[in-house]
């Protein structure tokens, strides 16, 4: 879901603006791997790494929400919020992917302790439902995009 506006911003924001998010995103992404996730994690721990990604995640989403609704002739005030989501967007992805992947390890780990088995089964088994999940949500709001964009309810809202 968080992918939605990566995706669409170019189709329904001024173009400057989106293309500008959508390297900000990527910068901040990197730079947030690279320098910032490890301590951030360190210091929040796991869960709170989890819990500040996803904050940033909806403050990204919530401020492309905010410029999408602004409309395309509003093109400075789109800009800024884009811009300023969208490096939200950046620092959550590096910060919560670290996390995440020590929070999956260390649930294999626990999961092993209390049912035994082999760790690779538990690992593929966790992993595959994740993906299940995961990508059936990014579908299904790709899909839903693509119906919505179909039945031009952007023309609706603008």
């Given at each position: 879901v ?9 189709s ?5 603006a989106?293309y500008?998010?959508?390297a900000l995103?990527n910068?901040?992404t ?15 721990g ?10 940033l995640?909806?403050?990204y989403a919530?401020?492309?929400?905010i ?6 002739e509003q093109?400075?005030?789109q800009?800024l919020l ?16 670290t996390?995440?992947?020590s ?5 294999v780990?626990?999961?092993h ?29 790709k ?16």
């Amino acid at each position: 879901v968080v992918t939605t506006p990566l995706v669409v911003a170019t189709s329904v924001l001024y173009h400057s603006a989106a293309y500008t998010g959508n390297a900000l995103l990527n910068i901040f992404t990197v730079a947030s791997a690279f320098v910032m996730a490890a301590p951030a994690v360190n210091i929040l721990g796991l869960k709170g790494g989890i819990l500040f990604g996803m904050l940033l995640y909806c403050a990204y989403a919530g401020l492309f929400a905010i410029a999408f609704l602004l409309g395309k002739e509003q093109h400075t005030a789109q800009m800024l919020l884009f811009s300023i989501g969208s490096a939200f967007g950046g620092v959550a992805a590096g910060t919560l992917w670290t996390a995440q992947g020590s929070y999956f390890a260390r649930t294999v780990d626990l999961l092993h302790r209390k049912e035994g088995g082999e760790r690779s089964a538990l690992t593929a088994s966790l992993s595959g439902f994740f993906a299940t999940v995961y990508l059936g949500c990014e579908v299904l709001a790709k899909v839903s995009w693509s119906l919505l964009d179909r039945a031009e309810v952007a023309g609706w809202i603008t």
